[in-house]
Structure formats: C-alpha cells, structure tokens
C-alpha cells in the first residue's frame, strides 16, 4: 500500500492489512514470517504547507529465525505501536553538515511522492526484534567439542580452558 503525499493531502488514510508470510522480503535469510502480518492505523499530512507524512498505527507479526546459541528455530513475537514521522528527503541537504535537535532524530526521510507501508513495517520489525536472537534465555548452545545441541542430548565433554592465562584461576 502507497501513500501518496497529493493524496494525504486531499485527506487521511486509514489501513487495516494483513500481510501473508513471502510477501515483504526482510533482508535476511534467516529471518522468516511465520504467520500474518496485521496492521491497523493512519496515515496523514502533517500540515498543509508541509509535506510531512504522520503514520500512526500497530503492528502484530510472529517472526521465526534460527536461534543464535543453539542455531534450533525459534518464535518471536513482534509487536510494536507506530508513531512515526517522515519528511522529504529532498528537504536535507547532503553536503551542509547540521546539528540535529532531539525531535529531529524521530524523523524519517522518503525519496518519491510517499512511503510504502510494506517498507515501513520491514522497519518496524527488524528494529523491535532482538539483536541476539536465543530460543530460551537458558540456552545451552551447540557443545564446541562434539557439536551436539546441549538442549537435547547430554554429551559429557569437558570443557577445556585453552588460554593459558586463565589458568591461574583453576587453583582457586
């Protein structure tokens, strides 16, 4: 869905999707939708002499990637309240450095005539989710010496220390 700053100045949009797994590629091949994306909320002109866009709104998703200790897939659920702001990127000028004040880092740029809802929700997403994606806080990970995922099997391999100067500690 498109939204149009000639059109959002004729009037606000609404939107209500949900968006199936496949259609919005995250950039990632790890990182795949497991169910629909919905969305609900508003898009308007922030005023009539600018050509700002306001999107206001929620998102619900649940995501699925593979977990970074023990690399099994696991569940995230994202949901995430949209309150965000974009300006024309032509309105910046790339050459003049500039003090940005604290309202201004909320503020996103477009290129175009609007924004794309399926883009701004890849973005809403992608910042919600955790940066180290585990299964379960007490994930066991992978064992470094036989490779097993210590969540199913008990191995038994001794962890070894292999730098040296971590072993003055041993004798503690």
Same mark, same amino acid.
């Given at each position: 869905?498109?939204?149009?700053?000639?059109?959002?100045g004729l009037r606000s949009a609404q939107f209500d999707v949900s968006i199936e797994p496949?259609?919005?590629d995250f950039l990632d091949p790890k990182l795949r939708q497991a169910g629909?994306?919905?969305?609900?909320?508003?898009?308007?002109?922030l005023s009539h002499s600018e050509d700002g866009i306001h999107l206001q709104g929620a998102l619900d998703v649940t995501m699925e990637a593979d977990c970074d200790r023990c690399l099994e897939p696991a569940t995230f659920p994202v949901t995430a309240e949209l309150n965000l702001y974009y300006k024309p990127a032509s309105e910046t000028d790339e050459?003049?450095?500039?003090?940005l004040d604290e309202g201004e880092a909320e503020i996103a740029f477009y290129e175009g005539g609007g924004i794309e809802l399926n883009d701004v929700l890849r973005e809403q997403i992608l910042l919600t989710l955790p940066f180290k994606? %585990? @299964?379960? !806080?007490?994930?066991?990970? %992978? @064992?470094? !010496?036989c490779g097993q995922i210590r969540n199913q099997v008990e191995c038994g391999c001794e962890q070894k220390i292999?730098?040296?100067?971590?072993?003055?500690?041993?004798?503690i």
């Open positions: 869905m498109f939204f149009s700053v000639r059109d959002l496949g259609v919005i629909p994306l919905k969305a609900k909320g508003t898009a308007a002109l050459d003049e450095e500039a003090e994606r %585990i @299964c379960k !806080e007490d994930c066991l990970g %992978i @064992c470094p !010496e292999v730098d040296p100067r971590w072993s003055a500690l041993k004798e």
